[in-house]
């Protein structure tokens, strides 16, 4: 998906238990420079440090609460190679479904910022 438009996108990711023990890991990546996850960066990896919301009623709903279940490598999980330091996580819940968000925000690009107001202070100028 292509985010060019300033403003804030979310990554929303439905987890469904399968049976216990619960968990969700991942480590994803823009490929735009122009956006950020919400620890300012290109990059995000599954854990309870504030980046992601858990809801069990929906995206937007009320937020569970992120649970730490470990770092990967933990059993019964073992170690997935792709996602480096990520954890394990679930919502502070015991249901089988939960709805994990996280924004990313995407500013101009400097460049484009200052053509902007270029052309503003020109359109100005005329007015007068």
């Avoid at 804030?8 to 439905?14: D, I, K």
């Avoid at 990896?45 to 933990?74: K, M, Q, R, Y």
């Avoid at 939960?98 to 359109?123: C, D, E, H, K, N």
Wanted: net charge negative; glycine share 14%; charged share 10%.
């Amino acid at each position: 998906y292509t985010m060019s438009a300033p403003g804030t996108y979310y990554l929303h990711v439905l987890a469904v238990d399968l049976g216990s023990p619960e968990m969700f890991i991942g480590s994803f990546s823009l490929s735009s420079t122009d956006g950020a996850f919400a620890n300012a960066t290109q990059s995000l990896l599954t854990d309870d440090t504030g980046e992601w919301a858990a809801s069990t009623v929906g995206w937007g709903g009320p937020d569970a609460g992120v649970v730490d279940i470990g770092p990967n490598g933990t059993s019964p999980w073992g170690n997935f190679a792709a996602m480096g330091s990520a954890h394990f996580i679930w919502a502070n819940s015991s249901l089988d479904t939960v709805y994990f968000s996280t924004p990313i925000r995407v500013v101009p690009a400097p460049g484009l910022l200052g053509a902007a107001g270029a052309m503003l202070a020109v359109g100005m100028r005329r007015r007068r």
